[in-house]
């Protein structure tokens, strides 16, 4: 397949695809003092796996996400260049091999991912090994254009197979449903309409697919549609993927209205046998940099123990999690998360309490929901909108936030961070005053943001920090 560059990529798919290629970054170590210590190896042979009752798979309950690809090269800015970096494969082949040898079996992939070249550097990572040991999931990704019908389906289904060199898909997921502005006419334009989701029960009868489900974002009104049809025998749900950690455990719809807490989706999985696959364990990272004194609550408890290893501990803790996905960059995420689940050491009661109040502290400090999962991008203006929000977020958790008034003796120091930080962090062509609210990026926004507004209130809040100074 010869590379396409991304706002090319994303048209071919009708303008809807999950573009998540931005979050790519060179493979090496963070400087982030709450980051792992990659010194610590993981011990082998000790992998806590959880059973599929559906098919009998034994899955390891640390997946790899493959939405988050090393690349070779990305220039220092990966918002910027990122898109069109060139996938580091063997990088990905060491880390492969590596989760391999600590006993990971489950990868995680989609055409969307890695614009459309995820596929293909997990299938050559995977090939080098015997195909019994690991599980393949991917996704069907018919999100517009001639992948909406029946035969572009059809052959997206059949380009991954050839991408990822196998006879059948282990996990097929339906990808994303409940989104856009009319999620029931969406999912039925999707997958019913067309005869696309009989056509991929077929499949499964022939065993070319041997698990058949789907992932979750949006409107809880298409969820349980599909769960009835569970519970009525029309369609059968050999797993369901949802977003799960401790901040949207029961906070997902007081942060953003309209988006669902985790403990009533798992809560209606479980009740149904239904194994749960669990994405954004970390909600894009934001629960690996929590503010200071959060992460002092946490070092008090385990001293040696990374930030990131409770939001982990506590999406694999429920019985019902087959598997908890991570997108793992670096080798030393990968080793962390290796430590936090060979073996798992599940939350105590005291831990859940402290992880709810936790949650609760985060959820007071009214930062936006923004996962930076890129799907918003590319914006059609050149806004920068992970990075904006981003700013905004990395400006509460270290302090910097001038929100208490000029008479604050703490103001003109916040203010001066907040706007050297600013232009420093976005480009100015790139700031949210530039955003002329075309909405285009709503749809795409798995945390169900309303992008134009958030702009206008942060481009309204940085006006007036200019003009008092």
């Known amino acids: ?189 999707r997958y019913m309409d067309n005869g696309v989701l009989d056509y991929l029960v077929d499949q499964k009868r022939r065993g070319r697919i041997r698990n058949l489900g789907f992932s979750f974002h949006g409107d809880v009104r298409i969820f349980d549609m599909l769960l009835d049809w569970h519970d009525q025998g029309l369609y059968h749900w050999d797993f369901v993927q949802i977003e799960l950690n401790y901040l949207d455990w029961k906070f997902a719809n007081e942060i953003n209205r309209g988006n669902v807490d985790a403990v009533y989706l798992y809560g209606e999985l479980h009740k149904r046998g239904i194994p749960a696959v669990v994405m954004e364990p970390l909600l894009g990272g934001r629960l690996a940099k929590v503010p200071d004194a959060i992460v002092r609550k946490m070092k008090e408890r385990e001293p040696a123990n990374s930030v990131a290893s409770w939001a982990f501990r506590f999406a694999g803790t429920p019985e019902g999690v087959l598997c908890v996905l991570s997108g793992m960059t670096y080798m030393e995420h990968l080793r962390d998360n290796l430590r936090s689940y060979c073996p798992l050491k599940p939350i105590t009661d005291a831990e859940n309490a402290l992880l709810l109040d936790i949650a609760n502290d985060i959820y007071n400090l009214r930062t936006i929901p923004c996962n930076e999962c890129n799907y918003c991008m590319p914006c059609p203006y050149g806004i920068n909108i992970p990075g904006i929000f981003s700013h905004y977020n990395r400006c509460i958790k270290e302090g910097n936030m001038p929100n208490k008034g000029r008479l604050d003796p703490d103001y003109a120091r916040a203010r001066h961070a907040y706007l050297v930080g600013y232009d420093r962090s976005v480009p100015r062509l790139r700031q949210a005053d530039h955003c002329i609210g075309c909405r285009q990026c709503v749809d795409h926004c798995p945390q169900r943001i309303n992008i134009p507004r958030e702009m206008k209130r942060i481009d309204e809040f940085v006006d007036t920090l200019k003009r008092e100074a």
């Open 1 to 189: 397949m010869k590379p396409i560059n991304r706002r090319d990529f994303l048209k071919t798919l009708g303008g809807a695809a999950l573009a998540s290629s931005a979050l790519l970054a060179a493979c090496k170590r963070p400087a982030d003092p709450t980051e792992p210590d990659s010194d610590a190896e993981p011990a082998k042979g000790k992998m806590t796996y959880r059973h599929n009752p559906n098919s009998g798979d034994r899955v390891s309950l640390l997946g790899y996400g493959m939405m988050r690809l090393p690349v070779v090269d990305n220039g220092g800015d990966p918002l910027a260049n990122a898109g069109d970096g060139e996938i580091d494969q063997e990088m990905v082949n060491r880390q492969v091999d590596y989760a391999l040898e600590h006993g990971v079996n489950y990868f995680d992939t989609a055409l969307t991912y890695c614009r459309g070249l995820s596929e293909r550097a997990t299938g050559i990572a995977l090939a080098r090994h015997p195909r019994s040991s690991y599980f393949i999931a991917t996704k069907m990704s018919n999100f517009g254009g001639d992948s909406r019908t029946r035969q572009g389906s059809i052959e997206m289904f059949e380009n991954s197979l050839r991408e990822l060199q196998t006879d059948y898909i282990d996990y097929l997921l339906l990808h994303s449903v409940g989104g856009g502005s009319d999620p029931q006419a969406e999912f039925n334009s």
